[in-house]
C-alpha cells in the first residue's frame, strides 16, 4: 500500500494539480499499470517534458511513491529568420490559419514546432519556392525558450524549356501540351508566378504524361528521373520587353520516356456478384468491344460508372476494382472488374457541418436524398447540384460529402460545408456625364430576416442627382418551391438644364 505520494521537477504547475491528474493516493494499493497510465495522462496536458514514477520501499508493507516532473521552458520569444517583412507576415498567418502558431507564454512542443516547419516549407513550395528549406532553432535559458524559425525561400528559377527524349510515337509538341503546371511562361505571365518550378506540379504533370500514353496503348510506358540543369535563355515571347530581360538563368528539363511496344485489349471480364445492378454492369462491359487498342482511361471511366450504377441500386458502399494482366508476347491486355456490391442500405441521419449562420432548414430544402429512403448515388449528385446552385454557401463537391455506416447498419451522410461571407460593403463612385459626379455605398447581406434571403442596399449621390435600391432575393421562400424576388428604388434628379444647353431656342428644343 501506498504510505505517501511526493511530487518534484515541478516550478510552475502547483503539486496539487499534478496530483489531481494521477491515480495515486495514500492508503491505496500501488499499481504498476495505472502508473503508467498517469505517466501518458501527465505527458497529454503539454507542460512536461519528462515524467517519471519511482516506487521505494518503506517498511512494513508500504511504498512511497515520486512523480518526477520536468517542466517545458515557456516560449519567451519566436521570430521568423530569413524573409522580407511581407513574406514573414505571410507566414504568420498561414500558421494562425492552421492553427500551428508558436505563441508566448505557452510551453515549447518541439513537436509542434517541427510539424509548423514542414508545413511552412510545403507552404514556400506552393509559393513557387521549389528548394525552400526550413527549420527549428531553440535556446532555452532558464525556464523560457526562445525559437526562431529559420526561413531559406531559395531561388524562383523559371522553366526554360521541357524536352522529351525516347519518344517515338509521340510527338514532342503532344507531350509538351500535357505539362499544364510545369512550362515556360510568356515574359508577362512571369509576373503573376507562372512558369515557376515546383516539384509537385512537376509528379503532376508526368502522371498526365503517362496516362496520355496508357490512353493509346502503350500499357507499358514509363518516364524516367527528369534531369534538371540551370541554362542561360531568353525570355520567352517576342518584342521589346522580351530583349530588354535579356538572357536569364532559367532552368531546362529532360524527361526520358520508354514507350514500349502498343497493345491491343483482347478481353474483358466481371467477377463477383453486382445483385440488382448486375444488367447495368453486364452493359457497362460489354460496351468496350474487344479487340481493340489499349485505353486505360476508357477501362478507368468504365469501373467509375460501375460504381455509379451500383450506388444508383443503392449499394453505397460497392467497390469496383480494376485489374489488368499483360501478355508481352502477345502484346496483349486482359481486364477483369471485380465487383464487391455489399448490401443495399438506407440513409439514417443527414447531417451538415462548418454552417455556423445558416439554418439547417435553408440547406436540407435543397436535399433530392431523404432520411430513412434508399441511397442512390444519382439523388445525391443532385443535391450537391442543387445546393451549388442556391449560392448558400461556397461550392462543395463529392470529396466534401461523407459516407459512413452507423450502429443501425444505416447510411449516414455528412456534408462539411464552407460558408460565404455574410455581410459585404463596398464603395462605388464616378464622375463626368450629364449627372456629373457621385459617391455611393454598397451594402449585401445573407440571411438577414431569417429567411434565407440575399439583400443588397446601394445609395449614391451627387450634386445634381441621388439614387436608392434595395433588391431581395429568396429561394423556396417560407419553404414553398417559389422563388421571390422584390426590387424598390427611389431616384432624385436636380439637373440645371439651362447650363447644358447654350442658347434659348435649343432650351426650347
Known amino acids: 500500500r501506498i504510505r505517501q505520494v511526493e511530487v518534484s521537477g515541478n516550478l510552475r504547475v502547483p503539486t496539487e494539480s499534478i496530483l489531481h491528474q494521477v491515480s495515486a493516493a495514500p492508503g491505496l494499493q500501488f499499481d504498476a499499470a495505472q502508473a503508467e497510465s498517469d505517466i501518458k495522462k501527465l505527458h497529454r496536458l503539454g507542460y512536461f517534458r519528462t515524467v517519471e514514477v519511482h516506487c521505494r520501499e518503506a517498511g512494513a508493507g508500504l511504498v512511497d511513491v515520486a512523480y518526477r516532473v520536468r517542466e517545458r521552458p515557456l516560449v519567451s520569444l519566436f521570430m521568423i529568420d530569413g524573409t522580407s517583412e511581407s513574406l514573414g507576415e505571410l507566414i504568420t498567418r ?25 508545413a511552412v516549407r510545403s507552404y514556400l513550395n506552393t509559393r513557387k519556392y521549389p528548394e525552400a528549406e526550413t527549420r527549428i532553432l531553440s535556446r532555452e535559458q532558464g525556464g523560457t525558450a526562445q525559437v526562431v ?16 527524349s525516347g519518344n517515338q510515337e509521340l510527338g514532342q509538341d503532344e507531350l509538351a501540351r500535357e505539362m499544364k503546371l510545369t512550362r515556360a511562361a510568356p515574359f508577362w505571365a512571369r509576373w503573376l508566378g507562372e512558369g515557376r518550378y515546383v516539384k509537385e506540379e512537376l509528379a503532376s504533370d508526368l502522371d498526365r ?26 525570355a520567352a515571347g517576342w518584342g521589346p520587353a522580351a530583349i530588354l530581360l ?23 471480364e466481371v467477377q463477383g456478384d453486382a445483385r440488382s445492378a448486375s444488367p447495368e ?39 469496383v476494382q480494376l485489374r489488368t494482366s499483360l501478355d508481352a508476347a502477345k502484346r496483349q491486355v486482359s481486364a477483369v472488374y471485380e465487383i464487391d456490391a455489399g448490401d443495399p442500405l438506407a440513409i439514417g441521419r443527414i447531417d451538415f457541418r462548418g454552417n455556423h449562420r445558416i439554418p439547417d432548414r435553408f ?22 447540384e442543387r445546393l451549388n446552385r442556391a449560392n448558400l454557401v461556397r461550392e462543395i463537391s463529392r470529396s466534401d460529402v461523407r459516407l459512413e455506416v452507423n450502429e443501425s447498419n444505416l447510411l449516414d451522410i455528412t456534408f462539411h460545408l464552407k460558408e460565404k461571407d455574410r455581410h459585404g460593403i463596398y464603395a462605388t463612385g464616378g464622375t463626368g456625364g450629364i449627372g456629373g459626379g457621385y459617391l455611393g455605398i454598397i451594402y449585401t447581406a445573407f440571411n438577414l430576416l431569417g429567411l434565407g434571403e440575399w439583400l443588397a442596399l446601394e445609395l449614391d449621390g451627387g450634386a445634381s442627382q441621388s439614387n436608392v435600391l434595395l433588391d431581395m432575393v429568396g429561394r423556396r421562400f417560407l419553404g414553398s418551391p417559389f422563388t421571390v424576388a422584390l426590387s424598390g428604388f427611389h431616384r432624385f434628379t436636380n ?15
Open 363 to 384: 440547406l436540407r430544402r435543397e436535399l433530392r436524398s431523404r432520411e430513412g429512403e434508399v441511397y442512390d448515388t444519382l439523388k445525391l449528385d443532385e443535391s450537391i
Open 94 to 118: 498561414f500558421l494562425v490559419k492552421e492553427k500551428l502558431e508558436i505563441r508566448r507564454a505557452v510551453p515549447f512542443d518541439p513537436a509542434l514546432a517541427q510539424k509548423a516547419a514542414l
Open 149 to 164: 524559425l529559420q526561413v531559406k525561400t531559395g531561388p524562383r528559377l523559371q522553366v526554360g524549356r521541357v524536352l522529351f
Open 246 to 268: 535579356g538572357m536569364k538563368p532559367m532552368l531546362q528539363l529532360r524527361i526520358p520516356v520508354f514507350e514500349g511496344p502498343r497493345y491491343e485489349l483482347a478481353a474483358v
Open 281 to 319: 454492369v453486364t452493359r457497362l462491359a460489354k460496351s468496350l468491344h474487344t479487340p481493340t487498342t489499349y485505353n486505360y482511361a476508357l477501362l478507368e471511366a468504365t469501373r467509375q460508372k460501375m460504381v455509379g450504377s451500383l450506388g444508383h441500386a443503392g449499394y453505397a458502399l460497392a467497390r
Open 495 to 509: 439637373l440645371n438644364v439651362a447650363s447644358i444647353i447654350p442658347g434659348p431656342q435649343d432650351l426650347v428644343g
Open 209 to 234: 504524361v503517362r496516362r496520355l500514353y496508357q490512353s493509346r496503348g502503350f500499357a507499358e510506358a514509363s518516364l524516367g528521373e527528369p534531369e534538371v540543369r540551370v541554362c542561360s535563355q531568353r
